[in-house]
């Protein structure tokens, strides 16, 4: 680490202010505070030493993400050898390292475009504002792939990618001021401009073979007598088991398909106090109440919307609720910020997530259209929060 060290010190010269290139002073900016913490000293009080900063917990973040991208490129491998016609008994049973390097060919990719289109942006914007290049783009640039299918065209990644960096963060002034979560913009900028290639039953496998998730499987049946009937893989024939979308052996976007692996993500962002249990909690909360209701509904209409008698059980495992509940809802700039409306905040995304999914036929994923609204109406349930414990205080005190 002395030889960077040494190298850094030796081209700070060049970049500080008065220098020959002082205005490209954030792209050196950058890789410095990235690998090495700052020198600066404080001169007057208050005064506070803490070696976890923005940068620092966006590094946590990124390393609850691993587990979701280590079986999500091992699962689009093994979803490439079922869509070839090879059994799932006998495609799980192959060899690690070969699932790894195809799930590889088609992920590193993703990652490739997104961080060099999402870095580009970062950095103009950086150069002209002349403040530092935000570090928010570290796990916006992590979740965007993960959050999209292995077989969508690399032009589209890259076109999502300046929708969600500059539309929804850069406009409204960077990292801490957007409103809504970028990545889940880059990824409602795919589904809404060019929906046929990441919705249907033909995107999430390859070579045109067809292969719906059990989410959508389940919503556009209305044949069959049951839910359970629905889960069939209609090209394999594979019944898709509740122990199956839980580990993650489904079609789907590269990060979503193991709810085990978000949970064990999960589990380190709780224990390191990056996320606040009472977003996740409201969440599930809202999602297991509404279902509730959706089940009696649909028993007491005789409906054939088999999405009415889904468990709440398997709305956690199918499509992107869980990542979407742990990754997406939790992110400290664009959720609630009081306590109390942390908890209103949660169950707002749980109880819209599984609305959607239910009453819309037309858009089985509900997860991403709850948490854009729940995003775009936190101030308000934070100011009246708010609002609320001054009245309170107010009287007490009368």
Sequence with gaps: ??????????????????????KFWPLFDAPDTFLFSTNKITKKAPFLRDQIDLKRSMF??????????????????LQNKISSGIPFSDAISLPLYDLLMIGLLSVVPLYIVTFTVGGICEAIFSVVRGHEINEGFLVTGMLIPLVMPASLP????????????V?????????????????LLARSFVFFAYPGQISGDRVWTFDAVSGATPLLAVSSNNSSDSYMDALVNSSTGH?????????????????????????????????????????????MIGMILTSYLMNILGSSSNSSNLMLFLPWYYHLVMGGF?????????????????????????????????????????????????????NALAPLIDYYVVKSHKKKRMKRFA
């Design 60 to 77: 946590f973040v990124v390393l609850a993400l691993i587990p979701c991208l280590c079986f999500g490129v091992y699962n689009v491998g």
């Design 239 to 283: 019944i898709y088991t509740w122990s199956d979308m839980f580990i993650g052996f489904i079609p789907g976007s590269i990060g979503e398909t193991s709810t085990l692996m978000v949970l064990i993500g999960a589990s380190f962002l709780l224990l390191t106090g990056l996320i606040n249990f009472r977003t996740v909690s409201g969440v």
């Design 322 to 374: 869980a990542f979407g509940m742990i990754f997406m809802a939790t992110e400290p700039v664009t959720s609630a910020h009081t306590n109390t409306g942390r908890w209103i905040y949660g169950m707002l995304i749980g109880v819209m997530c599984i609305l959607i999914r239910c009453i819309n036929p037309a858009y089985p994923e509900g997860m991403m259209l709850g948490i854009l609204f729940a």
């Design 167 to 183: 539309i929804g963060k850069e406009i409204f002034g960077g990292t801490g001021y957007n409103v809504f979560n970028p990545a």
């Design 1 to 22: 680490m002395n030889f960077l060290r040494n190298i850094l010190d030796k081209a700070e010269s060049y970049f500080s202010k008065g220098s020959k290139y002082e």
């Design 154 to 165: 690399l032009w589209m990644v890259a076109a999502s990618t300046v929708f969600g960096v």
